[in-house]
């Protein structure tokens, strides 16, 4: 075999990756997995490497796991504090205020039964270094929301970044998160919008946080909002959440679909339903 024959055959398949990567390097050469090959890795995979985040203030670690076949990042957050009044940043006190990873898992769970889990990353919980806590998968984002605004980038395709946008407020109100913050919002390359940070949810407030926030609804998450079960969510989030949290939830699930009803009967479908 000639030298410039074995030369093509050590260029050809680094060419078929770039052409299947649209001529530049993939930015993850992660294979591509399924929700529960994810989890199964987040649970088993070998801690190789550890660094703080560079954002939030619950000690989120960025830890680099391994299979010895797939090698990707992974958020873990064990937080887990629970005061009878806790003064906040802003001045004003909370009663009964917890803060805790089980909020995370919590979270992602509801979000499989209400068809908002494609814009979360996947939630496990792991122990790490002597400690509980929840393992998320680790995204591949252009920027985060607050960003996006300070740099005064304009979305591509508004109307689609309207409606991730409003299923992201409908969710937020169910599960009533009392410290949303725009670096929570996390952006794609592809502009996909990602929720991620739950640990101050699930208050046990019944009724919603801002109503404001109901706009418009996805018809298939509006659906699975409707069909939601208390048994089914109770035993998905059992350990996670309490059984007044749970109620908590089912309430503003009630509330959330009778407005989407009443908006729907009033304005019509096609104004309220995407």
């Known amino acids: 075999m000639c030298k410039l024959q074995r030369s093509w055959q050590r260029i050809l398949p680094v060419l078929v990756i770039l052409l299947c990567c649209g001529g530049a390097w993939c930015a993850d050469d992660t294979p591509a997995l399924t929700k529960e090959q994810i989890k199964q890795f987040l ?5 190789i490497n550890v660094h703080s985040s560079k954002k939030g203030i619950t000690n989120t670690q960025r830890l680099t796991l391994s299979d010895g076949t797939i090698t990707h990042d992974a958020s873990f ?9 806790k003064q906040l940043a802003d001045g004003q006190s909370e009663i009964r205020f917890v803060d805790s990873y089980k909020y995370n898992i919590a979270a992602y769970q509801l979000a499989e039964l209400v068809g908002f889990d494609d814009m ?8 790490y270094s ?25 979305p591509p395709d508004q109307e689609a970044w309207n409606q991730q946008m409003y299923k992201i407020r409908v969710f937020d109100e169910l599960v009533y998160d009392n ?5 929570n919002v996390l952006i794609s ?3 996909k919008i990602y929720r991620i940070d739950f640990t101050r949810s699930f208050r046990t407030h019944t009724s919603l946080k801002d109503p404001k926030n109901l706009v418009r609804c996805e018809r298939q998450m509006l659906a699975r909002l409707r069909a939601l079960n208390v048994d089914e969510f109770s035993a998905r989030t059992k350990g996670y959440l309490t059984k007044d949290e749970v109620k908590a939830v089912m309430a503003r699930r009630d509330i959330i679909v009778s407005f989407f009803d009443k908006e729907v009967a009033a304005k019509g479908e096609a104004a309220v339903l995407f």
């Open 130 to 154: 002597g400690q509980l806590g929840s393992l998320s998968w680790w995204l591949t984002v252009k920027f985060d929301e607050a960003d996006r605004l300070k740099q005064k980038i304009e």
């Open 179 to 183: 410290d949303p913050n725009l670096t």
């Open 77 to 85: 957050q064990s937080i887990d504090e629970h005061h009878p009044v």
């Open 43 to 47: 649970r088993t995979a070998k801690v």
């Open 120 to 127: 979360m990353p996947v939630y496990v919980e792991r122990k």
């Open 189 to 191: 390359p592809d502009w």
